[in-house]
């Protein structure tokens, strides 16, 4: 099963529109760490939110919300007011935390997201 | 500089040659890693390394991919004997702790090409 999914390969917003991202996981870890990051086209892997499991309320960070919902092992990116350089290949990734030391992430296939003018 | 930075930007081989593929993290970060992101995909992991410590490997696809980071600061990913499949941009990202927490800093990545 994949551990990480993300059911829009591509989805076009109009600017200053709101945007919802979908993310699904699945994991057996009672500790693990939720993530969203950003790839324009200059290929950069830009860190946008956090979320620990262990958080009751939902990371904001500006523009930017994660809607958690643990029990559906759901965690949407909302993305308010969208502007244009919001373009880019959206990424949720997920850090399990039951064995200590492991520290990679596994990447989902990503939204490409297109803000319309 | 500023943020992680990779070189070469593009690398072509052609298949059965050797590459050398370069990461500078931000200075005086501990954690570095490389993942293999293919196109269309999102990144896969392939290696982890604490300072010049190697802790974990396991993302590695065969014994042709080697990582080193020798003096705890630039990284290099080799891989022997290119083949096709190894066709993908390589990202290297580092962190300022030994624990990861919340977030990784990427370079731009090295986009590979084996013809």
């Known amino acids: 099963a994949q551990k990480i999914t993300q059911t829009q390969p591509g989805m076009f917003v109009q600017e200053k529109e709101a945007v919802t991202l979908d993310c699904t996981y699945d994991?057996?870890?009672?500790?693990?760490?939720l993530f969203w990051y950003k790839q324009p086209s200059s290929g950069e892997m830009i860190f946008l939110i956090y979320?620990?499991?262990?958080?009751?309320q939902n990371a904001t960070e500006g523009r930017y919300s994660l809607n958690f919902q643990k029990a559906r092992k759901s965690a949407n990116l909302v993305i308010s007011a969208s502007q244009l350089g919001d373009s880019a290949m959206y990424f949720c990734?997920?850090?399990?935390?039951?064995?200590?030391?492991?520290?990679?992430?596994?990447f989902g296939t990503g939204t490409r997201l297109t803000i319309i003018p | 500089g500023a943020g992680v930075s990779q070189s070469p930007r593009y690398k072509v081989a052609k298949r059965g040659q050797d590459v050398a593929l370069r990461c500078d993290p931000i200075?005086?970060?501990?954690?570095l890693f490389w993942y293999q992101q293919a196109l269309g995909q999102g990144p896969e992991f392939l290696t982890y390394?604490?300072?010049?410590?190697?802790?974990?490997k396991s993302g590695l696809p065969s014994d042709r991919f080697f990582a080193e980071r020798p003096e705890g600061s630039v990284s290099t990913l080799k891989i022997q004997r290119t083949q096709q499949e190894d066709s993908a941009v390589y990202l290297c990202?580092?962190?300022?702790?030994?624990?990861?927490?919340?977030?990784?800093?990427f370079g731009s990545g090295t986009q590979l090409s084996v013809l």
């Open positions: 990202a580092s962190s300022p702790r030994d624990r990861v927490g919340e977030k990784l800093f």
């Open positions: 390394f604490q300072n010049e410590a190697q802790l974990d």
């Open positions: 990734a997920m850090r399990e935390d039951s064995n200590f030391g492991n520290e990679k992430l596994t």
């Open positions: 200075s005086g970060h501990v954690s």
């Open positions: 979320q620990g499991s262990y958080d009751e």
């Open positions: 994991t057996s870890d009672q500790s693990y760490g």
